[in-house]
Nanobody, 116 residues
Framework: QVQLVESGGALVQAGGSLRLSCAAS????????VAWYRQAPGKQRSLVAL???????TYADSVKGRFTISRDNAKNTVYLQMNSLKPEDTAVYYC??????????WGQGTQVTVSS
């Protein structure tokens, strides 16, 4: 059974930081490309960042320089370090994997709220 479990969401003030985690099970994690998406109320779900199995990363323009995606294959976990948070970063953040083979799965999401 495949599970992607996000954690780390919280209420934080603008300018603050959070680290989200996505713990995966049931997939070949070390060869998987994993992505973070987010969805704000009334908006479509959009890509925030992704990391390939080789460690290459891609970021949405809106988060470049503020967010960092990383992975720990020994823990089957991908992280999203979010710094200099802005109110417009408020959204539910979802983990999606794998992007490079087989069926794709989503986590249940974790809420990030940034107050001004």
């Amino acid at each position: 059974q495949v599970q992607l479990v996000e954690s780390g969401g919280a209420l934080v003030q603008a300018g603050g930081s959070l680290r989200l985690s996505c713990a995966a099970s049931g997939i070949a994690f070390s060869i998987s490309t994993v992505a973070w998406y987010r969805q704000a109320p009334g908006k479509q779900r959009s890509l925030v960042a992704l990391i390939t199995n080789y460690g290459s990363t891609t970021y949405a323009d809106s988060v470049k320089g503020r967010f960092t995606i990383s992975r720990d294959n020994a823990k089957n976990t991908v992280y999203l370090q979010m710094n200099s948070l802005k109110p417009e970063d408020t959204a539910v953040y979802y983990c999606k994997a794998p992007l490079n083979y087989g069926p794709v799965y989503w986590g249940q999401g974790t809420q990030v709220t940034v107050s001004s």
